[in-house]
């Protein structure tokens, strides 16, 4: 399966039995909406500013929160699960009348100093407060925030997000008080009122618009944007709308045309951020836009949640790959072959604990820097991709699972799974597997060498080959960050 | 805008394709789709479109290619020439081959 059809066959597992409801695009009008994109990309290209590998994209600055985020260093607290708004795109479930308690990446932390203990220990730089509507904990906020301070002073930046209903002068007070850096509106919750945003701008040093990019609006979003550049609106943030179990009917009735990305993102979201980026240049607005897609999302964020663990749970036989996975590589082969490769392995300079030989299994786990002193011509190779978890509780099951103490009476842990492994017995697969990934060789080149080299010795081993290559390709979803904006299909 | 298939031009091989022999057997394998990606399957040609593939090295005219292959294969010029031009016409669109410089 190349990657392609298993980030189809994701979301179709995502979307279950709603899948043949949702409307997708056929090959021809992805390639036609493919190039409708790059032509709106080449109109703003020379204007916009790209990071993170060109995963965000738009005019002017990004705002600090949000280079944390790019970063890896940002933590979201969930401060509450309950909102004053009812927003058809909002992604939570909003028919649970009870209120959840602070969340952040599954974790509980309804205790201030347990969470500054959290973003001490894991080096957070910035940290945001989101609901549900976060202004109705508006006294829990300042408590978490003072305490942050209190701990962690200047160096870690601080936001927070709200619908603007709660808002008055003198909580923002309070909060600028306390030490916030920065605040976000979603005006698409209030009608594109931007009554509470005015307010802000006169006590909060950042004020921010961040709302998702909803085709309807685009009319009614233009008319706003002269005047938030007006009233000093710092950045607008545009979010790609994206389908959660609790919102994706509402996507299908405004009919929605939905993208195989994990998370689901809808493809007229993205080109209303596009097209809303290249008004504000066309107009010479000087509006700074950060458009923050999908895909920027499951890159780079999930991969900056990895970076901040995998260590703890990273064996050092096991290596890691350009977007944070934990790859273990093994030999499973005739005990004459197995002795072979120790024998080298213990020839070599290579640390020790750089293989490491499971007797039970018989077979010999080994570093990647190792690849080198075995024979790739002669045998496969099987690799393992892990994934770091945060968990409340030790999983007993598990021996990999780390206890961090957090202080005397909070610890959490940190779990591993496996989130894909591959055998490659065929040695041609085998070698472009390690000069695509480990010696990161150009891609064109070593596939030209894997079709002119793959033995075939009958029509039948023609389907192998495919196979295999399809097998490689599937691995950059473990390998490789990407960049650029997602492909459609 | 795309350019008419004439038995006046001259096609090359791109390189955007691999050509590998199995026995009997031979196959093109496109290297990359016009969007990209990697789902192209391998082409598998018989004798006669192996034949024309291997003519088609950019030296020579669609129409002398012809004339070289009709007597090989014992076959009538304008048939050849009518074979070759579906078949370059169907490697053109998988973008297997180029139009050569010498055309």
């Known amino acids: ?489 | 805008m795309k350019s008419e298939v004439t038995l006046e031009k001259h096609y090359a091989a791109s390189r955007v394709a691999i050509a590998r022999e199995i026995g009997d057997e031979f196959m093109i394998i496109p290297l990359e789709t016009s969007a990209g990606g990697v789902d192209n399957e391998p082409y598998i040609l018989n004798r006669t479109g192996r034949a024309i593939w291997q003519g088609l090295d950019g030296s020579k005219s669609l129409k002398d290619t012809a004339a070289e292959l009709a007597v090989r294969f014992d076959v009538p010029v304008k048939t050849m020439e009518q074979d070759m031009l579906e078949f370059v016409k169907k490697l053109l669109k998988m973008n297997l081959i180029v139009e050569a410089p010498g055309s």
């Open chain 1, 1 to 489: 399966m190349t990657k392609k059809g298993h980030d189809i066959q994701k979301a179709r597992e995502e979307t279950g039995w709603a899948y043949c409801d949702m409307k997708w695009l056929s090959e021809g009008e992805a390639r036609r909406a493919a190039l409708k994109r790059d032509t709106l990309l080449q109109s703003i290209s020379d204007k916009i500013k790209s990071y993170f590998k060109g995963n965000k994209i738009g005019p002017g600055r990004l705002s600090p929160g949000c280079m944390t985020c790019g970063l890896g260093t940002w933590s979201c607290l969930f401060i509450c699960s309950a909102c004053t708004a009812n927003c058809f795109f909002c992604p939570q479930d909003r028919k649970k009348k009870k209120d959840r308690p602070p969340t952040e990446s599954g974790l509980l932390f309804d205790n201030p100093r347990d969470y500054v203990d959290y973003l001490e220990r894991f080096k957070f730089r910035g940290v945001s407060f989101s609901g549900g509507e976060p202004f109705l904990k508006h006294k829990k906020i300042l408590d978490y925030i003072r305490k942050i301070r209190e701990r962690l002073g200047e160096g870690i930046y601080i936001w927070m997000y709200t619908n603007g209903d709660l808002v008055d002068k003198g909580k923002l007070i309070a909060l600028k008080e306390a030490g916030l850096n920065e605040i976000r509106f979603d005006i698409a919750a209030s009608h594109y009122d931007l009554k509470a945003v005015g307010m802000s701008r006169d006590v909060i040093d950042r004020v921010t618009v961040e709302i998702p990019a909803i085709p309807e609006d685009y009319s009614v979003l233009k008319k706003c944007l002269p005047r938030m550049k007006a009233m000093g609106v710092d950045h607008l943030n545009l979010h790609q709308l994206m389908a959660s179990p609790y919102c994706y009917k509402n996507f299908m009735d405004r009919r929605y045309t939905f993208l195989h990305q994990a998370n689901i993102p809808v493809l007229e979201s993205e080109m209303t951020a596009l097209r809303v980026i290249k008004h504000v240049l066309d107009h010479d607005i000087g509006l700074s836009i950060n458009y923050c897609s999908t895909i920027y999302k499951n890159r780079f964020q999930k991969t900056g949640y990895r970076k901040r663990f995998e260590s703890l749970v990273r064996k050092p036989h096991e290596g890691l790959t350009e977007s944070a996975f934990i790859r273990r590589l093994a030999f499973r082969g005739s005990p004459v072959e197995t002795r072979k490769f120790l024998k080298a392995f213990e020839e070599s300079d290579a640390h020790r604990d750089l293989w490491f030989f499971d007797k039970e299994k018989g077979e010999l786990l080994f570093h990647d820097s190792l690849l080198n002193l075995i024979d790739l011509d002669r045998q496969g190779l099987s690799v393992s991709y892990f994934s770091p978890q945060l968990a409340e509780t030790h999983d007993t099951k598990s021996d990999n699972s780390k206890e961090i103490v957090l202080n005397s009476r909070r610890s959490i842990f940190v779990q591993r799974k496996c989130v894909h492994e591959t055998k490659m017995d065929n040695p041609v697969t085998a070698k472009s597997f390690q000069e695509l990934f480990l010696e990161k060789k150009n891609a064109d080149d070593v596939m030209k060498s894997f079709y002119r080299n793959y033995e075939l010795r009958a029509k039948s081993d023609i389907h192998e080959m495919m196979s295999d290559r399809d097998r490689l390709d599937l691995l950059k979803a473990w390998e490789i960050t990407g960049s650029g904006l997602g492909e459609i299909y």
